[in-house]
Structures are given as structure tokens and as C-alpha cells.
């Protein structure tokens, strides 16, 4: 079913396409195809309609991402491709009434235009910078970098008095089961029913600070405590410890691929702006009554400058709230 309506930016963009083909002359259905492998979906009018222009339609949508695949087939690709569709059409009918002659159209369609060429401006720097060994070099830089943190895999017992944890300890002394007790007299009920397993491998970093303090010395095999935590005490069991495993390249590939986009669309920026004249001709923001003001003497806010956090798992902003319960990794 086509869409009844069509965005106002895709019939600009349409009615650009549209100027570019009249200015061409008319093509009929033997048209060469845009690009290697690109296949006819549609014919408007004798025009065709590529299977390049659904994709395109549906990136700037923001439906797939740009080189993602787009299967003709698929419900998406048909809806995509009646919206593009009902943009030729309203451009043709545009043209018919001469919208394009009006000076407020050619306003919008140069500026249409022009944010077509800086994009593909960016997408030719992004292609030529953004490679392969470019991606494999930061990494490899990055991973000589990262911190590698040990982690361990425990299981604990949470009680409401040290005595209770003292009484229980004497009991695993004496050969009771560690898991048995976790599910019979924890008070966590998080970890109780696995048999107090606090969740798989996990580093101190993100550990409540009591565990932080009784578990940084801690070896496999032993066991710790009891040690006050928020809601009672504490029993763990430390079972493995290890080396964490720095993340991998496909893992670390799309944070990277970002930044050097970001990296480099920004030196390209910064060149064009450095080389050109650009006055900028508003006066100072008017001044609101009651409005907060800037203390003269603050110092200019920096430009934010990212790096890459790819070569090794990203650590927490903030610690979480102490509890009973650790976060699981």
C-alpha cells in the first residue's frame, strides 16, 4: 500500500533528481544501471526506479545503516519503495506546475544540493582514511594500552548477624556444602537458589567497595570472610581467578570505525575553516531579564575531543550502591 503522505526533504530531494534528469533529457526504460549489480525495481512514466535508490531512501530514513543490505524482497524494501515512488511522482507534478521556477524552491534545492555534496565529500575522506589497516593499527595501539584486570568466580553467603556467618563457617569447616547452605540460609535472594554463584566472571572494578577490600588478595580455593555488606554479612567462596580477556577486534571494530570517522571528518572541518573567510554577522545574543549570566572570568569550554575506548571492556562511570547482591558481569 503507498503511504498517502511523502516528508517534505524527500521532495526536495526528489524534485532534485528529477531537475537533473530533465536537464539530461528524457530516459526511457533502457537505462544503464547507476551502478555494478544495481537492478530495476519500478518504472514511473517509462523512468526506472533502482534498487540503489530504495537503499539510499532507506539510509537517510535511518532504517538500515549505510552498506547494510537491503533484501528486494522484504516488506521494508516495498514500503521503502512505494515512498519513493510517491516522491517522483509529486516532484513530476511539482514540475508540471513549475514549482521549481519559484525563488523559494530554488532556495531549498540548492541547499538540498549542497548538503548531497558534503555529504558525499565526507563519505570519499571517511572511505580513504577509514580502512582496514588504519582500524587494525588503533586497535593494536590501543590493546598496548588497556589495563588488564584479573577476574574471578565466587560464590557467597549472606547472613544477618556475624554470628550467624561465624555459625556457618564452622559448618564448611566441618564439610558442609557451600552450595547447599547458600540455598538453605542466604538472605540473598539473587545468588541463593544458584547456591550463592554470584554471576559468572567478574572484576573487582565493579564490585561494591567491601567486596572490593576482602577480595583483592583473594586466591582460588579460598574462602573469605565473614565482612559486613549493606544488609548483613558476608561468606565467599572464591572458586577461579584469571586474566580478564581484552576485547576482541570484531567487538572493538564499530567503536573504532566511529571514532576515526568523527576523527577525521573533524580535520577536514577544521582545514576548510582554517583556509576560509567565514564572518559570522549576528550581533550578541540579546539579554533576558532574570536570566542566569556567565561569571566574566570562566575559562572557555574545551572541545570535547572522544577516544576510543576499544581495546579493553568499559569500566563504569560510578561504582554501584553497595547491596548484598554484587553485579554480575
Known amino acids: ?7 517534505v526533504w524527500g521532495v526536495i530531494a526528489a524534485l532534485t533528481v528529477a531537475l537533473t534528469m530533465t536537464a539530461c533529457g528524457r530516459q526511457e526504460g533502457n537505462e544503464k544501471p547507476p551502478q555494478a549489480g544495481d537492478a530495476a525495481v519500478a518504472r514511473i512514466d517509462g523512468k526506472t526506479v533502482w534498487a540503489s535508490d530504495v537503499k539510499r531512501e532507506a539510509v537517510a530514513q535511518g532504517l538500515i545503516s549505510e552498506g547494510e543490505p537491503l533484501d528486494t524482497s522484504s516488506d521494508l524494501f516495498r514500503r521503502v519503495m512505494d515512498e519513493v515512488v510517491d516522491q517522483k511522482l509529486l516532484a513530476a507534478e511539482a514540475l508540471v506546475k ?4 519559484d525563488p523559494v524552491a530554488q532556495r531549498r534545492l540548492a541547499a538540498a544540493r549542497e548538503r548531497i555534496l558534503g555529504d558525499m565529500l565526507v563519505e570519499s575522506v571517511v572511505e580513504k582514511a577509514v580502512t582496514p589497516n588504519a582500524i587494525r593499527d588503533l ?17 557467597q553467603i549472606v547472613v544477618a548477624s556475624q554470628a550467624d556467618a561465624e555459625q556457618i563457617k564452622k559448618l564448611l569447616a566441618a564439610g558442609a556444602s557451600f552450595e547447599a547452605l547458600a540455598m538453605e540460609r542466604s538472605a540473598d535472594t539473587a545468588t ?3 547456591g550463592g554463584d554470584i554471576g559468572g566472571y567478574f572484576t573487582l572494578d565493579v564490585m561494591p567497595e567491601p567486596y572490593v577490600v576482602a577480595l583483592k588478595d583473594a586466591q582460588p ?4 570472610g565473614p565482612f559486613a555488606v549493606e544488609g548483613g554479612w558476608a561468606l565467599v567462596k572464591v572458586e577461579e581467578k584469571r586474566q580478564e580477556a581484552p576485547i576482541t577486534f570484531e567487538a572493538a571494530r564499530p567503536q573504532i570505525v566511529r571514532f576515526l570517522t568523527y576523527d577525521k571528518v573533524r580535520d577536514l572541518l577544521e582545514k576548510l ?29 574545551p572541545t570535547p575531543t572522544p577516544a576510543p575506548t576499544t581495546a579493553a571492556p568499559a569500566t563504569p562511570a560510578a561504582k554501584p550502591a553497595p547491596s548484598t547482591t554484587p553485579a554480575k558481569k
Not at 1 to 7: F, L, Q
Not at 279 to 284: A, D, P, S, T, W
Open 1 to 7: 500500500m503507498k503511504t498517502a503522505t511523502t516528508g
Open 139 to 155: 586497535y593494536q595501539e590501543q590493546l598496548k594500552l588497556s589495563k588488564v584486570s584479573e577476574e574471578l568466580k565466587a560464590r
Open 98 to 101: 513549475k514549482l521549481d521556477r
Open 192 to 194: 541463593r537458589f544458584s
Open 273 to 301: 575553516r582554517a583556509e576560509a573567510r567565514v564572518e559570522v554577522l549576528l550581533g550578541k545574543p540579546q539579554e533576558v531579564p532574570g536570566a542566569p549570566r556567565e561569571p566574566a572570568s570562566a575559562p572557555p569550554a
Open 221 to 224: 580455593g579460598s574462602l573469605v
